[in-house]
């Protein structure tokens, strides 16, 4: 049986970490037709020790992507989640992104050491780092001081004034064309500061987006955010920053839960249940692709 998002050739979804995954995964029916581009800005955990030891790209929101992707779980893709306890020097260290290290190692470029990965637990969508070029997150506070690093940008206490990039790096070719050729696009949820803005900081992604005539959906977190300075924010807030980022109003859309308040939005909102059962910061895969559906569908209505 065919489904709304069965109609569109090319879905690309633009996110970091959890939230990226999880809309990855209740999509993975479209298979090669799906696109996820990761930020690669993380600089904390397992990750920001091996940014520091080795350099190289922030590696563990692909590594979550991918995870969530298999659809065969066993005791091989369980290594790849794996997180050494105890008080030896791994302590605390994924085993996926050490995987991802060794294979940009040994690999010419970051993204053929996700292609190695994909192959081997049979992945048909595709993932995509925003850059092959190690880049931090840097921010100025209202005071005028200059914070940087992911990490310390989630501690902030205060929204920041300014939000970039350091270095100034290119998008990955293949993100560019992804969404150049994108007839669906979905931004969120995730950490809004660190996991969907630092896609839209880079100019080469939000010049493409600018031109995209994609149907684009924002998907809205459900809890509360971790940190502080962008635990306030309204919706309004987020797409007035990521469309000033961007150039022009391209959302079409927004997926929120049945709490969040939507006053003084002036574009298609569809309210629905989608929390899971456990956890109601997470969405439910399947009432996720659900909502998605009927805002495909209230969209283009009148086409």
């Known amino acids: 049986m065919k489904t709304k998002l069965d109609k569109f050739n090319n879905v690309v979804a633009l996110g970091g970490g959890n939230g990226l995954g999880r809309v990855m995964s209740s999509l993975s029916i479209l298979g090669s037709n799906l696109t996820g581009i990761v930020a690669t800005t993380d600089n904390g955990g397992s990750t920001g020790r091996i940014r520091r030891a080795e350099?190289?790209?922030?590696?563990?929101?692909?590594?979550?992507?991918?995870?969530?992707?298999?659809?065969?779980?066993?005791?091989i893709s369980s290594m790849f989640e794996y997180r050494f306890t105890g008080k030896s020097?791994?302590?605390?260290?994924?085993?996926?992104?050490?995987?991802?290290?060794?294979?940009?190692?040994?690999?010419?470029?970051?993204?053929?050491?996700?292609?190695?990965?994909?192959?081997?637990?049979?992945?048909?969508?595709?993932?995509?780092?925003?850059?092959?070029?190690?880049?931090?997150?840097?921010?100025?506070?209202?005071?005028?001081?200059?914070?940087?690093?992911?990490?310390?940008?989630?501690?902030?206490?205060?929204?920041?004034?300014?939000?970039?990039?350091?270095?100034?790096?290119?998008?990955?070719?293949?993100?560019?064309?992804?969404?150049?050729k994108a007839d669906l696009i979905l931004i969120g949820p995730g950490s809004f500061y660190t996991s969907l803005m630092p896609i839209l900081l880079m100019k080469d992604i939000t010049t493409v987006l600018c031109c995209s005539s994609a149907i684009t959906i924002f998907i809205n977190n459900l809890g509360k955010e971790i940190s502080p300075?962008?635990?306030?924010?309204?919706?309004?807030?987020?797409?007035?920053?990521?469309?000033?980022?961007?150039?022009?109003?391209?959302?079409?859309?927004?997926?929120?839960?049945?709490?969040?308040?939507?006053?003084?939005?002036?574009?298609?909102?569809i309210r629905k249940k989608l929390e899971t059962k456990k956890i109601k910061s997470l969405h439910n895969r399947q009432l996720l692709r659900i909502a998605l559906e009927h805002t495909i569908r209230c969209t283009t209505a009148n086409e």
């Open 89 to 180: 020097e791994l302590s605390g260290h994924n085993l996926g992104n050490l995987i991802l290290r060794a294979l940009e190692h040994l690999s010419i470029r970051p993204l053929e050491a996700i292609d190695i990965i994909r192959k081997a637990f049979k992945i048909k969508a595709f993932v995509i780092p925003m850059s092959e070029q190690p880049v931090d997150l840097i921010a100025t506070d209202i005071e005028g001081n200059l914070i940087y690093g992911e990490s310390a940008i989630d501690e902030m206490k205060k929204p920041p004034k300014v939000i970039a990039l350091y270095p100034d790096v290119k998008a990955t070719n293949e993100a560019l064309e992804a969404i150049s």
């Open 229 to 269: 300075a962008a635990t306030n924010l309204t919706i309004a807030n987020k797409l007035e920053m990521m469309e000033n980022h961007i150039g022009k109003q391209i959302i079409d859309a927004i997926i929120v839960n049945l709490s969040t308040d939507v006053n003084n939005i002036n574009r298609l909102i």
């Open 55 to 75: 350099g190289g790209i922030a590696w563990g929101d692909t590594r979550n992507c991918l995870y969530q992707l298999i659809s065969k779980h066993n005791l």
